[in-house]
């Protein structure tokens, strides 16, 4: 008989093993507990518990939608079981809400709108063996709508906006963490109780999202930003007007925007993660930030290191905590900087950094890692426990 470890120490191993609650890994994380779940009648329960863990939806223009998504909502999420983590992919909206209230063909997807107080209903198929494509002569039937668009032109307050049906609203009332993909306009999700950490991608649409204040954020809520530009317009006054006290950019694009507006735009900034490729000052980027920041973490492959001082040194009363990870290909034994590749970097960043910051609180940090920009942006955020 093949020898086993014990059963909680296997459960632990596999917890290890299993793919991180990261918005890249959510569907290899079903699948693995899936997987895991088939192996042994000893891991069946453990797994499944796990599998209920988060929920993942991917909207499909599809007419019976609403039904299918339904039918995932009982199979495993009753009335008394709530959402803890939801992934929310609702890229696939349609790109013209405006054309809406023209949808009379069969085929449709299950969305319906509101247009100047008028409403129309989605359109499904009048049966199973109705294709649609002249077969058949469908009958136009309503059906319930995944997500409603309004839109009033008569009123210049009104903003155009997507909002979800009741049956997914109803189900987050307990939201731990959403991520988020949204459609390309106004997503209003404000009804929301504020989850503890929002995750947002834009990665469908070029950055162009921005549309902060219709998310459901609150001063404990963890804001995630990824593939998100800040330099379109409007967005960092829709950023700004936030109470954002806990800010990390896993993919930053607009490096001049954010360093420029970090003290004017976040007063009341606590904790910040910022994650970019391009080149850097760290010291340029604390002497932005307000004086009630108290946890900062920098992740990047190169950093700008001139030989100036500042001339007055930066207070920073509340910081505690100041780490730089250098991000060094696993084949390089040493990092690149503009101001001199030849002299021992670290150290000599280390210096300017702490002569020109006033934080008699804080703890710095300076680490040289080989891991891959996901593995090191994790270790961050568990670090701070976001």
């Known amino acids: 008989m093949p020898y086993r470890l014990p059963l909680e120490l296997e459960l632990t191993i596999l917890e290890l093993a299993a793919p991180p609650l990261a918005i890249d890994s959510l569907h290899d994380r079903v699948d693995f507990f899936i997987k895991i779940s088939l192996v042994h009648r000893s891991f069946t329960a453990w797994a499944q518990d796990r599998l209920y863990d988060q929920f993942l939806y991917t909207y499909r223009a599809r007419p019976d939608e609403h039904k299918r998504l339904k039918k995932r909502f009982e199979a495993g999420f009753g009335r008394d079981r709530q959402l803890r983590r939801l992934y929310l992919d609702l890229s696939r909206l349609p790109r013209l809400p405006e054309d809406l209230h023209k949808r009379t063909a069969p085929r449709t997807d299950s969305v319906s709108s509101t247009i100047n107080g008028r409403a129309y209903t989605a359109i499904s198929l009048s049966g199973p063996g109705d294709t649609g494509e002249g077969g058949t002569r469908s009958q136009e039937q309503a059906c319930e709508a995944v997500a409603h668009f309004v ?8 903003v155009d906006h997507w909002k979800l049906c009741t049956m997914i609203t109803e189900r987050c009332q307990s939201l731990d963490t959403l991520w988020l993909m949204p459609p390309e306009c106004r997503l209003d999700i404000t009804a929301l109780p504020p989850p503890r950490a929002i995750h947002l991608d834009d990665g469908a649409y070029g950055g162009t999202w921005a549309y902060f204040r219709s998310l459901p954020v609150s001063c404990k809520t963890a804001l995630f930003l990824r593939n998100i530009d800040l330099d379109r317009e409007g967005a960092m006054d829709e950023l700004g007007n936030v109470d954002i006290r806990h800010l990390v950019f896993e993919v930053w694009w607009s490096a001049g925007v954010i360093v420029r507006e970090l003290g004017l735009r976040f007063s009341r ?22 004086a009630s920041i108290q946890r900062v ?6 950093f700008y290191n001139p030989e100036e001082q500042a001339d007055i040194p930066y207070g920073l009363p509340q910081l505690e905590s100041f780490t730089l990870t250098w991000l060094v290909p696993a084949a ?3 990092p690149t900087m503009q101001a001199d590749p ?11 950094i702490e002569s020109a910051v006033i934080a008699p609180k804080c703890t710095f940090k300076y680490l040289r890692s080989t891991k891959s920009p996901d593995e090191a942006l994790a270790d961050a955020v568990a670090d701070f426990k976001l």
């Open 332 to 334: 390089a034994s040493e």
């Open 297 to 302: 973490h920098l992740l990047h492959h190169n």
């Open 151 to 158: 839109r009033r032109a008569d009123d210049p307050g009104s």
């Open 269 to 290: 900034l606590e904790t910040l993660i910022l994650h970019r490729k391009g080149t850097v000052d760290p010291v340029t980027i604390l002497g932005l930030l307000p």
């Open 342 to 352: 030849d002299s021992d970097l670290l150290p000599d960043l280390q210096r300017r």
